[in-house]
């Protein structure tokens, strides 16, 4: 699965330097450095296999104009890497002018009137995941088993961690059942009084205005948070056992003696646990004052240091008084309801010591900062936090199941009721026909936003449900006779617990579930057993395939093309040889390393960082990530070399066990993820992470915080990284990092090219955009100008208002690193319909009103839609290049742009029989 990392592990690359390496690859001669003679690029947009085939008519399109050559680079993200990294294999098995005139002539060399092999493989496997549809093929079937197959093997891993979790609310249950004695009380007590006796002295060290140690978060929640939350837990255990016995009879039981004070304290425990809080509290607060300030070295005001002991002192009293009320509030449900003593005792705590400590906050006002009352603020939120989880997975486990269950009927029939109001409700809602645009687009906006609140809560009901089923799974575990389990026997589990051999069946459960997800964990690759791969195999198939067999060919006759074609000859021409059963065949894939003729491909790929602790990044929750022909990194973490990143050191028995062109393709296109940048959501990424809807790739971090993980083809241990995963925990700081669709951070491929200072980009959008609110084009924008300080200017009116196919603009650079400003220029195309379409186009567009922006979701084409976006593409580049199509330069190019944005959209005297529906 792995290679162990160097003894010595090398320092990850800087962007300098893999800017450098790039230049040296792209044109070893030149000497350019990025300014005012800079690179070209060429921008693939995300979207599928719509997005694919559209810029397949493009490619087309700029070979026939002899643009393809002027590229330097070619970025691509999501649908535009499918074409992308169908293009560089093709000309990495040949040879760049052979394949630039074989799409300028849209003709095989070898057999004219025909197309290209790579062309027919792409359209053969139109629909790409299942190429022969229908319910009753294999293919299908094939893609549900692999579904079923892989989600079954991930259950294995998180289900008995999840079970072993709601198991805990158990023990609370099972440990109050003990019913222990004196000194286990007196132990427990002590242990606890330890515990936020640390937590206090943690306080002061760290409290701005005295220690301001600024201690990282993770300390905090190490010696403050764990202490605070451990004494209320094991002061519920310790009450609840000392409730269950009197007390003088419990002291009698120790061979303890009567004094005269213990007889008043017990007679009067409100008050002894008030006189006790007060000392307790203020001598910890006094340690605590102590140790600040020989940490500072500094003596704080002896005002200061009263007014601090004395709201210890006060909210110390005040705490141990509600304490002990809340604690007596709860005795009648000790030994009649453990369940629900279980649920509320330690939150109930946890209020009493919060209550407590807004007395102190208060008290303190004079003696304390602004900036103190902040970390207050900031500590108590946490132990808030916890206390609605322990309260909502009690809730699950304790009451859940006979909740669910006993009024299944009222349910079903509250479900019916809401269904008939939600339904009249978006009946009225979406009937409105006379709105305004204005009010239509409200209404839109609030339609919106309800299909996001009704999906939450779907969301909510789905997770609360899994939750007590897999609950009850536990307890018909626990049962023993399967035949006879039934709710009751789930409820009188929790109630009766007080037996050993029951306590003692509950721990041993406990124990498997965690060894068996363990030991199963270490045998699961996460990467291996997603839907990845089953994606990734049949991208492979479709879109590197077709560039297998080349013929030898000597072509002398390129006047046609301007290009010398005699001493180009295929690198490859052995022919595909797929399993009779699968239709796969691991020769197509081709290893990312072998891409280095021009252009040179950059693929887009999102970094998601959804736990980071960015304030700014709280909407991205992705940063960029490149894997390119040299490097994999990014900016922010740093780079690796191609040819060693995720590559082991030891032999595999598995091709491409490294990062191939075809693993890029499938992390670049992986927009379903359970998290995807800044479309992620909470819910939704643990439903996706449960059902394993991942596309995406775990990869060693290419920083310095990989500690070595780099060379690794994935985690070891599957189980932390998959719950990494189901809560949103995905980080840029941690060894392991989540690559998913590049779409997920920025959809044009724009930002990488912005950030190698290109002075000429031509962008092709094609993402799902029918009512042009250029959402792709925004994102980009704003990330290029608020990271790279670089302004992209683009006037979009010919687009929106005259449905023109392309605009253009330009990209001022800033003076950085030495290199001066300059001004560069981008041609920005989008697939649009004018109804002056070729008719084949326009019959299609006729008969499916939303092309060209059917939605990503569709990735079967059927053949006239294949064909319809392609000849769109190829018919743009016609449009914008108004039929005289050789340019050779991208200065012409621009010409022609610009010449084409002043022409009007007159039609003349052209009718629908005059379009064309050549090539």
């Not at 109001?421 to 339609?447: C, M």
Request: with cysteine.
């Amino acid at each position: 699965m792995s290679g162990s990392p160097a003894q010595n592990d090398p320092a990850p690359l800087t962007l300098d330097k893999v800017l450098e390496e790039e230049r040296n690859a792209i044109d070893p001669q030149s000497g350019r450095s990025g300014g005012s003679d800079g690179y070209t690029a060429l921008c693939l947009s995300g979207g599928g296999i719509r997005s694919a085939t559209f810029n397949l008519g493009i490619l087309q399109g700029l070979a026939k104009a002899g643009l393809l050559k002027q590229f330097d680079y070619l970025s691509t993200v999501s649908g535009g890497g499918y074409i992308g990294a169908w293009l560089s294999a093709w000309i990495a098995r040949s040879c760049f002018p052979y394949v630039n005139h074989q799409l300028a002539s849209q003709q095989d060399v070898q057999n004219p009137g025909t197309e290209p092999e790579p062309i027919r493989q792409l359209r053969n496997f139109s629909n790409y995941l299942s190429p022969k549809v229908g319910l009753m093929n294999a293919d299908t079937w094939t893609l549900a088993a692999t579904f079923i197959r892989n989600m079954l093997i991930n259950w294995a891993v998180i289900l008995p961690f999840l079970a072993a979790a709601l198991m805990l609310p158990r023990f609370m249950i099972h440990v109050v059942a003990l019913n222990c004695g004196f000194w286990p009380i007196v132990t427990i007590l002590s242990l606890g009084g330890l515990m936020v006796f640390f937590s206090i002295i943690y306080e002061a060290v760290d409290l701005p205005s005295l220690g301001n140690a600024k201690i990282e978060k993770v300390c905090f929640k190490i010696c403050f948070l764990t202490p605070f939350l451990g004494y209320a837990v094991l002061f519920a255990i310790a009450w609840g056992w000392f409730v269950q016995h009197e007390p003088l009879a419990l002291l009698a039981s120790a061979g303890l003696s009567r004094p005269y004070l213990l007889d008043s304290a017990i007679a009067n425990l409100k008050t002894a646990f008030a006189i006790m809080g007060a000392a307790y509290h203020s001598a910890a607060w006094g340690v605590g004052l102590t140790i600040a300030s020989i940490r500072t070295k500094q003596i704080p005001h002896p005002y200061k240091v009263l007014w601090f002991l004395f709201s210890a002192a006060c909210s110390g009293a005040l705490g141990g008084y509600l304490l002990i009320l809340s604690a007596e509030s709860l005795n009648h449900l000790i030994p009649n309801d453990l369940p629900a003593y279980a649920c509320f005792a330690a939150p109930l705590f946890i209020g009493a010591f919060l209550t407590a400590g807004l007395l102190q906050v208060a008290l303190v006002r004079l003696a304390s900062e602004e900036t103190d009352r902040e970390w207050w603020a900031s500590a108590a939120a946490h132990p808030l936090i916890v206390t609605c989880l322990w309260l909502a997975g009690s809730a699950l486990v304790y009451y859940g199941p006979q909740l669910f269950f006993s009024h299944i009927s009222t349910l079903q029939s509250t479900a019916v009721s809401l269904f008939g109001i939600f339904s009249g409700a978006a009946t009225a809602f979406f009937g409105h026909s006379d709105s305004t645009p204005a009010s239509a687009r409200k209404e839109e906006d609030l339609k919106k936003k309800g299909i996001n609140l009704l999906m939450s809560l779907a969301a909510l009901l789905f997770i609360a449900t899994f939750l007590i089923l897999l609950s009850l799974g536990t307890s018909w575990i626990l049962e023993g006779r399967p035949d006879n389990f039934s709710i009751d026997h789930h409820v009188l589990q929790l109630h009766n617990s007080c037996k050993k051999e029951d306590y003692q069946l509950a721990l041993y459960t406990f124990g498997c579930f965690i060894l068996c997800g363990g030991l199963i964990s270490y045998f699961v690759d996460i990467n291996r057993f997603s839907l990845h791969c089953m994606y990734r195999n049949r991208l492979i198939r479709s879109y590197l395939g077709g560039s297998r067999k080349q013929p030898v060919v000597n072509m002398t006759a390129a006047a046609q093309t301007k290009e010398d074609l005699a001493p180009c000859v295929p690198k490859m021409t052995d022919e595909r040889a797929p399993n009779p059963l699968t239709g796969f065949d691991w020769k197509d894939n081709i290893d990312m390393s072998a891409l280095r003729e021009r252009p040179f491909h950059i693929i887009n790929i999102a970094l998601n960082v959804a736990a980071d602790e960015k304030l700014s990044w709280q909407q991205r929750k992705a940063e960029s990530f490149t894997i390119s022909p040299l490097h994999a990194g990014g900016k922010e973490i740093g780079y690796r070399p191609i040819n060693k990143y995720a590559a082991p050191q030891s032999k595999s028995l598995l091709p491409h066990e490294g990062i191939s062109l075809g693993t890029a393709m499938a992390i670049s296109g992986a927009a379903a993820s359970p998290n995807m940048g800044y479309h992620s959501s909470p819910l939704i990424t643990f439903i996706m992470a449960l059902f394993n809807l991942r596309l995406g790739w775990w990869l060693g971090h290419t920083g310095d915080k990989g500690g070595g993980t780099w060379r690794n083809t994935g985690p070891k241990w599957s189980a932390g990284i998959m719950f990494r995963e189901m809560f949103g925990r995905t980080s840029d700081h941690y060894k392991y990092i989540y690559l998913s669709d590049g779409g997920h951070f920025e959809n044009l491929g724009l930002y990488e090219m912005a950030l190698r200072r290109c002075r000429f980009i031509v962008a092709i959008d094609a993402g799902c955009d029918e009512k042009k609110s250029f959402e792709d084009l925004g994102n980009a924008l704003r990330k290029i100008r608020i990271d790279l300080c670089t302004t992209v200017t683009l006037d979009l009116t010919p687009i929106i208002d005259k449905n023109k196919r392309c605009a253009s603009g330009t990209i001022d650079y800033p003076a950085v690193d030495g290199k001066p400003a300059f001004t560069g220029r981008i041609v920005y195309i989008k697939p649009v319909i004018d109804e002056k379409e070729p008719a084949d186009i326009y019959n299609y567009y006729r008969a499916n009103r939303t092309f060209p922006h059917e939605p990503t979701s569709d990735q079967w084409f059927s053949e006239s839609q294949f064909e319809s976006y392609r000849m769109l593409g190829f018919h743009t580049m016609k449009e914008i290049l108004a039929n005289n199509w050789w340019c050779g330069s991208t200065g012409r190019f621009l010409d022609k742009v610009e010449a084409y944005m002043k022409k009007t959209n007159g039609r003349s005297n052209e009718t629908d029989m005059d379009r064309s529906v050549g090539c």
